[in-house]
């Protein structure tokens, strides 16, 4: 998992901007948005795993998070 408190970073993915969906493990979307610096603020969600799901064009990754 990817642990982070506030601000997670994503790399390795070929695009600085890019959408993407937070999702509790009860797949109930908790949110959506526009990255534009490959940072996602998770400062609003509490304590807990998450489903990240980000996308541009034809690309789309999966990612676990878990906030502290």
């Known amino acids: 998992p990817n642990p982070g408190?506030?601000?997670?970073?994503?790399?390795?993915?070929?695009?600085?901007?890019?959408?993407?969906?937070?999702?509790d493990f009860s797949s109930k979307l908790v949110s959506k948005n526009t990255s534009l610096k490959s940072s996602i603020n998770i400062s609003s969600l509490?304590?807990?795993?998450?489903?990240?799901?980000?996308?541009?064009?034809?690309i789309v990754e999966t990612f676990r998070v878990v906030k502290d």
């Open 46 to 58: 509490q304590q807990g795993v998450y489903i990240l799901r980000i996308h541009k064009e034809n």
């Open 5 to 23: 408190k506030d601000i997670i970073r994503i790399k390795n993915f070929p695009h600085e901007n890019f959408d993407y969906e937070i999702y």
